[in-house]
């Protein structure tokens, strides 16, 4: 399944669904259950579950009773990245979530405690790592927009060359994320071609 990381944006920036996933983090719940401890009516909280299932983070299922439960399908990473010089949002899918056991068996509470104790610490230094790698790709790009405002003879130019840092691409999706006519664009463009700063592989221009 392939997620429109928008979408997700505009789904969570509701706060009783963002509410909703948080209650379902804990275990799977019935509707009746989450409207009472959530304080929403239940006809709310069905259609905020109707749009949850349709982005594909939450399914229903039935137990024994043919109680409908809802749970958390997968692990759903949603990232947004902004920064002086670029903005990106993307999302991805992670391993299933674990099926509901109903056998009624206790678990090891020290050992899953200990495990997840571990995977916090894991967390952080991934985080640690994360914060070091983002750190020196802002100093890469303060270098990179720095030696494109030398290198160009005006604002548009620079704009240009700092945006085909992020990889390669059309004049006219230049022209869309610059708000600059396409034809403004294709000729700043020819006119750095010329002074040897880009080059045009199979119609997208890209840094030289």
Known sequence: MILDPVELLNILGNENRRRILQLLSFRPFYFNEMAKRLDVGPKAVIDHLEMLERAGLVECYQD??????????????????VSPHSYGVRAFLSEAAPAVEDNGLAQDMKLLRDELSCLEEKRL??????????????EIKQMACSAASSFAQNQLEAEILTALLSGDA???QLAMRLEVPEIVVLDRLKRLEERGAVHLKSQEWGIQ
């Open 64 to 81: 024994q009773g043919r109680r409908k439960y809802f749970r958390i399908v997968r692990k759903t990473v949603l990232e947004v990245a």
């Open 125 to 138: 230094e991934l985080r640690q790592l994360l914060d070091q790698i983002e750190s020196r790709e802002m």
């Open 170 to 172: 059309k004049a006219g």
